[in-house]
């Protein structure tokens, strides 16, 4: 054979590129920060974004994908679509499933786990449906690959997500794997803890964008004052944690890896005293310091051990927002009817010219704080309907 010939050869065997299609994908979010979520995806500069209850659809070549899980700072996952069908019985979930080419998404080597929420649908037992559709997804790779994929309910390789709503079944992959919110830096939980996502949501609510102070004196563990530095700082949400698509089969790692160091490049240190945290409980102040070091942030936010009755933000404007306990969980009730008025009383006295924001579970507490408020924002943490309420503290 010449070499002319077997040049052509190698080239004909060399595999194509896969192509990168635009897929739809759902950013699940908690419930009442879905425009919030739509905002981000469209700074992102994704196609199609829609709002829908307790999430935001849109459209996503896997850069978009990639970027999503490393920037969203308010949604929990992003689940991309592969199927739509109607089901109302066993054999409909199952055909539905069976029919996805799964053997292109899983190896036999690989391990999956299956997430189900289902509503309004004759299937009524998630479990059921969860390992009906397992099933379905092994028996497709088995009749392909001549041997199946095992379960692993912890750590999977792939997790797939099933949602039943009205005898409709979407099938998705979790593109996230681990709930968006674990973004690697809380090494201790504190009692009560705010979640990541709720704690970014009620940072874009307040609008603020790192250009004026921002001062959290209940600040725990610090949730409310690192997400505040990770946006003042323009660091990705994402960067110290890995996703459930980094081990798909697809998985682009130059991509990946070009989308890091491009974030990377745009990191900004914090100028001294932008953010701080206050605490009465000093337990809590370790853990806050030590989140936030773990999170990139030494001796770029400050922590510092006072009480209430001791808060006096320093600047003459800026943005002060609480998180106070209200009894769902910590406190008593007689006890924080107290502090709520004490809140009130510091905003008005200590924080003139910043604009105060308070996020509580309890509105009977909120109306202690004395105040009238200017807005209120409804925002869920977990199952408990919170608001956070603004004053303008002339
Ligand atoms: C609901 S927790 C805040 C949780 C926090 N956002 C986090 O993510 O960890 C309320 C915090 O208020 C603090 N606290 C309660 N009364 C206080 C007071 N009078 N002065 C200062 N801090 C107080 C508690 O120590 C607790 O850390």
Request: glycine letters at 8%; aromatic letters at 8%; charged letters at 25%.
């Amino acid at each position: 054979m010449n070499a002319e010939k077997t040049h052509i050869l190698r080239r004909a065997a060399r595999p194509e590129p896969k192509p990168d299609p635009v897929r739809p994908c759902f950013a699940a979010v908690p419930r009442g920060a879905e425009e919030i979520t739509a905002a981000e995806l469209a700074r992102l500069g994704v196609q199609d974004v829609t709002v829908a209850k307790g999430g935001v659809a849109f459209a996503a070549d896997r850069a978009d994908l990639y970027r999503a899980n490393l920037w969203l700072r308010t949604a929990s996952r992003v689940l991309v679509k592969l199927a739509q069908f109607p089901c109302s019985s066993p054999d409909e979930l199952y055909q539905g499933v069976h029919n996805i080419a799964w053997h292109d998404l899983i190896t036999p080597t690989m391990t999956l786990a299956v997430d189900c929420s289902l509503r309004d649908s004759a299937l009524t037992h998630s479990g059921f449906v969860a390992l009906k559709t397992k099933d379905a997804i092994v028996d497709r790779v088995r009749e392909a690959c001549g041997s199946r994929p095992n379960v692993d309910t912890a750590g999977p390789d792939v997790r797939v997500n099933v949602h039943l709503l009205k005898n409709v079944c979407t099938i998705s992959l979790d593109s996230s794997g681990d709930p968006l919110d674990r973004r690697g830096y809380r090494l201790e939980r504190t009692e009560a803890p705010l979640r990541e996502t709720l704690a970014a949501a009620v940072i874009a609510l307040t609008g603020w964008d790192g250009a004026t102070p921002l001062a959290d004196p209940m600040c725990g563990s610090g949730t409310i004052p690192i997400e505040a530095a990770l946006l003042a700082s323009r660091t990705p949400p994402g960067l110290q944690r890995s996703f459930g698509f980094q081990r798909w089969p697809d998985f682009d790692d130059g991509l990946w890896n070009k989308l890091l160091k491009e974030a990377e490049k745009g990191i900004q240190r914090l100028p001294v005293g932008l953010v701080t945290g206050y605490d009465q409980d000093s337990k809590a102040l370790v853990l806050a310091a030590r989140n936030a070091a773990k999170a990139g942030f030494e001796g770029q936010v400050h922590f510092f051990h006072a009480a209430l009755e001791e808060f006096k933000p320093e600047g003459d404007a800026g943005v002060v927002i609480l998180n106070p306990p209200y009894g769902m969980r910590l406190g008593d009730e007689d006890d924080l009817r107290e502090l709520y008025c004490r809140i009130g009383d510091i905003m008005k006295q200590r924080c003139r010219g910043w604009t105060g924001y308070v996020l509580t579970g309890n509105l009977e507490l909120a109306k202690y704080i004395g105040l009238k408020a200017s807005r209120r924002f409804v925002l869920f943490n977990g199952a408990i309907e919170c608001r956070l309420l603004k004053y303008e503290l002339y």
